[in-house]
């Protein structure tokens, strides 16, 4: 059971008995006493109506469970507990997800052949359409009997270092399953992969691996780390398809295993900072009415080494025109660059062919003073409404530095050094650069986008977001809309707009984009 469309019960249509007039009563009638002592058989067909009645009801209201609830068991039965990343898609979510999801797709344009067919069936129909060899379309042939709604893919590392990846697609007949699978390996040629079935699903491993592998779920499985549980939960709904990461764990095991130098690898948990201190990521695509979103979390007890050091709120993102077709804030990009610079700079120097006492010399800019009080503590980027072509776009870059006076004063000695036609100008405690002075106008006098509709249900809570972003689809559309084939236009001038944030504190980041339609 998949069909988000089709699973969902249909009410029975009232059939009044044949050939009798349908009564109509404006109000209602209270029987007495008296009348309520009827007849025995009129007692004894009033019982079978209403026990068939009972019976309609319960059995409708038990169909829809039924069919909104999820069949099957979750990958991460599967799982070792010690993988470093796990991936999952299922087509037979929750149900507050079909429906969710039916009410979503309901409102975009595109057919029930588009929309409202199986994912399953289309994706083993896509499969057999795919496959150009005979045997391999046999094999296929009755893959509904067998191939489930659920798959995943999947890591470990082995104490001495070898990685383990593997893959798992959920099988609800072992049997039909395990012939299919032969073959396909049969057909295929190839004996390079090893299938075990285990627990409902067929694991994938690299030949000679597949003991290795249910060695090590023996040991234990994620479902019943406590860790990774904290996780999900954080989380929330996982939708039709979620990952989770251990970032910390993934990054030793890279180490070890000898696909990344170790100094790479060090290099990288300096330049992120706090990921070798139980930094887990979460993240899951999900329906709602209104949107589809990608929504995750960052945990752990090193987080706090890469939150950003800044008062959380997207005031200026908010007060932008309402015109506004693209907008972003990033609040305390000043810390994190002056936090960060060590390695950028190290990391430029050795891509690059100048160096940055070069730049130095060459803007006028005393590095990274300069660029830090330039970039401010909040950074916000903004282009207007306007089609694009082969002029260059308008728009507007509006900082904070700490020192305004002073990050006029370099900006302008690097914008003369590169020559560049731009128009900056200060408005209070702002820095404005611009495509042209209308545009720094325009921003100065501010507007609500915060207010346009479908920016709140994108965005979120701008008071407690550290960096937030809004796209006007609808604005932006006429730009687009004419290079897609003309089947899926009326489909793209359906979507109204894509948003999202993020949060940030010492133990826990979360982070949404969301897409609406209109």
Do not use: C
Not at 368 to 379: E, H, Q
Request: aromatic share 6%; charged share 20%.
């Amino acid at each position: 059971m998949s069909d988000f469309t089709h699973d969902l019960p249909q009410p029975p249509e009232p059939s009044p008995a044949s050939g009798a007039p349908v009564e109509t009563s404006s109000s209602a009638t209270i029987a007495s006493p008296v009348d309520m002592v009827a007849p025995p058989r009129k007692r004894r067909t009033a019982l079978i109506a209403g026990l068939v009645a009972l019976v309609i009801v319960g059995g409708t209201a038990a169909l829809a469970m039924t069919k909104l609830r999820p069949s099957g068991t979750q990958p991460d039965v599967i799982i070792p507990a010690s993988a470093v990343a796990y991936v999952r898609v299922d087509l037979d979510p929750s149900a507050g997800q079909k429906l969710s999801a039916v009410r979503f797709m309901s409102k975009l344009p595109k057919s029930a052949a588009d929309f409202g067919t199986d994912p399953r069936k289309a994706l083993i129909e896509e499969l057999r359409n795919s496959a150009t060899d005979p045997q391999l379309k046999t094999a296929l042939a009755d893959a509904e009997s067998w191939l489930g709604n659920r798959a995943a893919a999947s890591a470990f590392v082995t104490a001495d270092g070898t990685p383990v990846p593997f893959g798992a697609v959920e099988v609800t007949d072992e049997a039909k399953a395990k012939a299919a699978f032969a073959s396909m390996s049969a057909t295929s040629g190839s004996g390079d992969t090893e299938v075990t079935i285990r627990s409902g699903y067929a694991l994938f491993t690299e030949k000679g691996k597949g003991a290795t592998l249910t060695a090590e779920i023996d040991k234990g499985t994620i479902a019943t780390n406590a860790t990774y549980a904290e996780d999900m939960a954080a989380l929330g709904d996982q939708g039709v398809a979620s990952a989770w990461v251990d970032v910390a764990k993934g990054l030793d095991a890279l180490a070890k295993s000898g696909l990344m130098p170790g100094g790479s690898v060090t290099d990288l948990q300096s330049q992120i900072g706090g990921l070798n201190k139980g930094m887990r990521f979460a993240t899951a695509v999900r329906f709602d009415p209104d949107y589809v979103e990608l929504a995750g979390v960052f945990r752990g007890d090193g987080l706090g080494e890469v939150a950003i050091a800044a008062p959380p709120g997207l005031g200026q993102l908010t007060s932008l025109p309402d015109d506004t077709l693209m907008g972003t804030q990033i609040n305390g990009y000043d810390k994190g660059l002056e936090k960060g610079w060590p390695d950028f700079a190290k990391s430029f120097e050795s891509a690059a062919d100048v160096t940055i006492a070069d730049l130095e010399r060459g803007l006028g800019l005393r590095l990274p003073d300069d660029l830090i009080n330039i970039l401010g503590s909040t950074l916000t980027v903004a282009l207007p409404d306007q089609r694009f072509g082969s002029d260059g776009p308008t728009f507007g870059v509006i900082t904070t530095p700490k020192d305004v006076a002073e990050a006029e004063r370099a900006l302008g000695s690097a914008l003369e050094a590169l020559e560049a036609p731009l128009s900056m100008s200060v408005d209070g405690p702002k820095l404005l650069v611009t495509s042209d002075e209308a545009y720094a106008t325009r921003l100065k006098a501010g507007g609500t986008l915060g207010s346009v509709d479908g920016f709140a249900t994108a965005v979120g809570d701008p008071s407690k977001a550290m960096y937030g972003f809004f796209i006007n689809l609808d604005l932006f559309e006429k730009s687009y809309a004419d290079s897609f084939p003309a089947q899926w236009k009326d489909f793209v001038l359906a979507l109204k707009s894509v948003g999202g944030s993020s949060t940030m504190s010492a133990t826990e980041g979360t982070f949404q984009v969301r897409l609406l339609s209109n």
